[in-house]
């Protein structure tokens, strides 16, 4: 039988994925969504592969899918434009995994297209011969739209997956063909001729971004409608139709969604947006939240509150009703009363009414430096329940790279705001669905945010959440390692540390949007002292062999070289003294 996959049979390098590739087309005679779980598993294997076989690359902080393909040498590696394929794949799988939603037989063929770009590329990069034919649909098996269980899909996925070997282990097993593999794809990208297929605006729209819809909750017929008419437009017909609009329960209209080319800037559709925007208000009576996106980049404007801004996907209906809530609910952050019971001393009000000042002026991070022992958690305490007072914020994660960190400020969250419902997401006894407040390690917090489920099974997590988040000691490499839980999440970010403004590296200050030294309050160590807060320090003086003969980046294992690049700036010399 005639495969697209075919090209791949007869070369033994790519053993390890060729077989689930044929297999994911052929499930297509079972069901789509069996079709998208194993065109996932096939992706895995082959960027597994990649892995194994380019000694350019390194296992990140962690080897599961999303987070090799977003690495950056990885990213520095293949196509830039495969990039929003691969997510494709990976959301597809997940909206069949842990969602109720439908596949429809074009998403699961969209998504073995992507998977033959992406293995397609490998052909091209690593082969002595390219061989890839084009996609046809034509070879396709024809099967039922039949709606499978999530959960009969997650078991088929956990069951394949408990056979494959740990990247790391394969890395090894491949360590005399990396060199050699690697130079090869050196080679073959001297003269790059690699074409990746360009999708059409029909294809967009009803592809990612009905796929963003769906992992948000949305359900098409129902609370979205495509093509919807307007009137009131300034053209000659005096009539429009918007690409999607998103409706509450109450058959309002709460947001509008304006799709470009996925080769276009999104930016295009900006003013068409809102042009729209402005005749559903007419015809309704409550302005909607503007979305407009080319399928790969999406970008949400609440225009009575804040600038445009990126997002990485759709809010759902409750997130939006919120949104909507909020322009008649939210109270001015002017003239704010500080609970002396948290917060009494004056630097720790100074901070709060710092970022409240931060917040009032449309800024929506916010960064305090304050010296070890002044008081950061009452101080985020205390700005917590000043949001919450003034209904600014609902949900709340808080996050910390140590579990005792994390238990320690749930205990001083629960002693000092009692009515606020808290969840340790290290403890299983804790309910997150029927919490406010979220304390979290930020592995866990990776791992949740595909698999937390409400009890309707949607996704607990969804892009908009959370309205705050807090970053316990902020620093650089927490950004670097955990960056997609930033680039997921839309909410406010507080971040504390307790470095001294001056030795923060300008990359943390370029994370709050700031001005490198000058974060949105500091309370120094010699300040406290001053003030009789807190006693300086002695220092003893004493000689390390570290201190005398320092290390050298070169002498450094991958590990430690790695531990050094996440802790100091990234422009090390192989020589370079540490």
């Known amino acids: 039988m005639l495969s697209n996959f075919s090209f791949l049979i007869g070369k033994p390098h790519y053993e390890s994925f060729t ?24 992706l895995e294997l082959a960027v597994k592969w990649v892995y194994s076989f380019d000694s350019a690359l390194k296992v990140p902080y962690q080897d599961n899918l999303s987070s090799l393909i977003h690495d950056n040498v990885f990213l520095s590696i293949i196509d830039e434009d495969l990039l929003p394929l691969l997510r494709y794949i990976v959301k597809l799988g997940n909206v069949a995994v842990h969602t109720n939603s439908m596949i429809t037989r074009e998403e699961a063929i969209l998504s073995l297209h992507h998977l033959h770009q992406f293995v397609s590329w490998i052909d091209y990069c690593y082969s002595d011969e390219y061989t890839a034919t084009d996609f046809d649909e034509s070879l396709l098996p024809i099967g039922e739209e039949k709606r499978e269980r999530p959960e009969e899909l ?21 360590e005399q063909l990396r060199a050699l593999l690697t130079a090869k794809r050196e080679a073959n ?39 919807y008419p307007v009137v009131g437009m300034p053209n000659q017909e005096g009539v429009g139709y918007v690409d999607y609009v998103l409706f509450g329960d ?17 930016n295009r559709g900006k003013q068409q947006a809102k ?20 399928g790969f980049e999406t970008y949400i404007w609440d225009d009575l509150n804040y600038p445009a801004r990126r997002v990485s996907g759709f809010y759902n209906k409750e997130e939006l009703s919120l ?8 109270k001015p952050l002017k003239n704010v009363q500080i609970n002396d019971n948290i917060t009494n001393r004056y630097y720790q009000k100074e901070a709060v009414l710092a970022v409240c000042d931060a917040l009032e002026n449309k800024r929506r ?47 001083s969250f629960s002693h000092l705001l009692p009515n606020l419902t808290l969840c340790n997401l290290l403890d299983n006894k804790d309910n997150p669905e029927e919490s406010r407040m979220v304390f979290s390690t930020y592995p866990t917090m990776m791992n949740a945010i595909d698999e937390a489920k409400r009890k309707d099974g949607k996704r607990l997590f969804t892009v908009g959440h959370f309205d705050l988040i807090i970053v316990d000691e902020s620093h650089r490499s927490i950004y670097k390692k955990y960056r997609a839980i930033f680039d997921y999440f839309d909410a406010i970010l507080l971040g504390l540390t307790a470095t001294p403004k001056d030795e923060i590296d300008r990359n943390t200050y370029e994370v709050f949007d700031l001005e490198n030294g000058v974060p949105t309050y500091a309370y120094e160590l010699d300040q406290a002292v001053q003030d009789g807060y807190l006693v300086d320090y002695r220092t003893i003086e004493t000689k390390l062999k570290f201190l005398e003969e320092g290390i050298h980046y070169d002498e450094l294992s991958d590990e430690e070289k790695e531990r050094y690049e996440e802790t100091f700036d990234d422009e090390v010399g192989e020589d370079q003294a540490c």
């Open 189 to 227: 990208t001297k003269e790059y001729h690699f074409q990746v297929d360009e999708l059409s605006e029909w294809e967009t729209r009803k592809k990612y971004i009905d796929l963003d819809l769906k992992l948000a909750g949305w359900e098409f017929k129902k609370d979205v409608i495509v093509e």
């Open 250 to 266: 109450n058959g309002k209209p709460l947001a509008v969604i304006e799709a470009k080319r996925t080769t276009a800037d999104p």
């Open 365 to 411: 991070k916010a960064l305090l430096v304050m010296a070890t022992g002044s008081g950061k958690t009452r101080t985020a305490i205390s700005i917590v329940d000043v949001l919450t007072r003034h209904n600014w914020v609902k949900n709340i994660l808080f996050l910390a790279d140590r579990k005792t960190l994390v238990t320690q400020a749930k205990n």
């Open 19 to 42: 077989n689930a590739c044929l297999e994911a087309e052929k499930s297509l005679v079972v069901s789509p969504a069996t079709c998208a779980i194993l065109t996932r598993r096939a």
């Open 154 to 174: 997650k078991d088929l996925y956990e069951r394949l997956s408990s056979k494959d070997k740990r990247l790391e282990e394969m890395m090894k097993e491949n």
């Open 275 to 294: 042009l729209y925007a402005d005749c559903i208000e007419k015809m309704h009576g409550q302005r909607p939240i503007i979305f407009y996106t080319n």
């Open 323 to 330: 949104l909507i809530d909020r322009r008649t609910m939210k």
